[in-house]
T-cell receptor, first 116, second 111 residues
Framework: GAVVSQHPSWVICKSGTSVKIECRSL??????MFWYRQFPKQSLMLMATSNEGSKATYEQGVEKDKFLINHASLTLSTLTVTSAHPEDSSFYIC????????????FGNGTRLTVT | DAKTTQPNSMESNEEEPVHLPCNHS???????IHWYRQLPSQGPEYVIHGLTSNVNNRMASLAIAEDRKSSTLILHRATLRDAAVYYC????????????FGKGTKLSVKP
């Protein structure tokens, strides 16, 4: 089946630094990828939609200058958390759409970010 | 997106069938019913999806009510590895493809 690889699986960084998370579709091309965030004991919250070759579309309340998304190729999208603060500590999960918009989403295994 | 309602939690015994219900009374004609599950500390995993007819795959079966206002995910023989949070999600046909997650049902499986 389709595989989405997310890296790193966990990261600890100091407050004020930036962290980049990569999301790769390993065996298919993904025109569209999605980034989610999940706080402990809560459900996934959609942060943004990443389209290859164009600017990402952010959900209401998500700061685009803080969460930079780049989708430079059909197999790679990156999320950079800039000037991270402890409240940004969360589980970040990417997903990729294979096929048309009615197709299932394929998810990465998530990145646990801890900001100290 | 139309909303879904699921029980917060359910328990099952190992090797017994599990029926996970989902209500979606405001579903529209073009909404697909998707089910995903999430194991602890992992990303969600696709389980099954359907539009009107019942669906079967190697993981589960999806039974959709005739009026489409509810559906049931059926795990035919629960294993300990099936313990997860199960999400029932509606996705509009022709949408940009994103999924809006609710709270889901936390399934516990007892040995």
């Amino acid at each position: 089946g389709a595989v989405v690889s997310q890296h790193p699986s966990w990261v600890i960084c100091k407050s004020g630094t930036s962290v980049k998370i990569e999301c790769r579709s390993l065996d298919f091309q993904a025109t569209t990828m999605f980034w989610y965030r999940q706080f402990p004991k809560q459900s996934l919250m959609l942060m943004a939609t990443s389209n290859e070759g164009s600017k990402a579309t952010y959900e209401q309340g998500v700061e685009k200058d803080k969460f930079l998304i780049n989708h430079a190729s059909l197999t790679l999208s990156t999320l950079t958390v800039t000037s991270a603060h402890p409240e940004d500590s969360s589980f970040y999960i990417c997903s990729a759409l294979r096929g048309n918009n009615n197709s299932p989403l394929h998810f990465g295994n998530g990145t646990r970010l801890t900001v100290t | 997106d139309a909303k879904t309602t699921q029980p917060n939690s359910m328990e099952s015994n190992e090797e017994e069938p599990v029926h996970l219900p989902c209500n979606h009374s405001t579903i529209s004609g073009t909404d697909y019913i998707h089910w995903y599950r999430q194991l602890p500390s992992q990303g969600p995993e696709y389980v099954i999806h359907g539009l009107t007819s019942n669906v079967n795959n190697r993981m589960a079966s999806l039974a959709i009510a005739e009026d489409r206002k509810s559906s049931t995910l059926i795990l035919h023989r629960a294993t300990l590895r099936d313990a997860a949070v199960y999400y029932c999600i509606l996705r509009a046909g022709g949408s940009q493809g994103n999924l809006i997650f609710g709270k889901g049902t936390k399934l516990s499986v007892k040995p």
